[in-house]
């Protein structure tokens, strides 16, 4: 059986895949208690900000959206589709339209975190009580003196 992937995007304003991107969203935070945002936050920043999202068969299997300046505000793969390779997509969409991306991720996701490590972002600093949770976060980075899409292209090749 074929799978048809299909990348829309939402840009800074748009928010036709909003709801999409919102349910994934939440069905990730119950499953594993991470992506804590409340609705009037991640609908704001979302419409903010412009959303790369891969649809497979009509179904949101993962998205990213990112602030103007490289920083992701949210990234997101359903739990039956990661290893895939669409969380590294979704950051290479990403690294092609900027220099340097960055994110926040709790101390304590270690999926996430690993995730990050493994496509070569390194943690420059650790902020206490960063969540509105008190949760603590790692700032990471991907990307300096322009190496970033080599980075990324060197690892989306292996």
């Known amino acids: 059986m074929s799978v048809n992937v299909e990348l829309r995007v939402d840009k800074p304003g748009q928010s036709t895949y909003g709801e999409d991107a919102w349910a994934l969203k939440e069905r990730i935070h119950e499953q594993e208690d991470v992506l804590k945002q409340r609705r009037g936050f991640f609908m704001d920043a979302y419409r903010r900000s412009k959303t790369h999202l891969f649809y497979e068969d009509e179904r949101l299997v993962g998205f990213v959206s990112t602030r103007r300046d ?89």
Do not use: Q
């Open 70 to 158: 490289g920083y992701i505000l949210f990234l997101a793969v359903a739990p039956e589709v990661r290893g895939e390779g669409y969380g590294e997509r979704l950051v290479a969409t990403v690294a092609d339209e900027h220099r340097t991306v960055t994110c926040h991720a709790r101390t304590t996701n270690t999926a996430a975190l690993n995730f990050y490590e493994h496509i070569g972002f390194e943690i420059t600093r650790r902020i206490d009580n960063y969540y509105e949770d008190g949760g603590n976060a790692y700032y990471l980075r991907l990307g300096e003196d322009g190496g970033l899409r080599e980075k990324l292209s060197d690892f989306v090749r292996r």
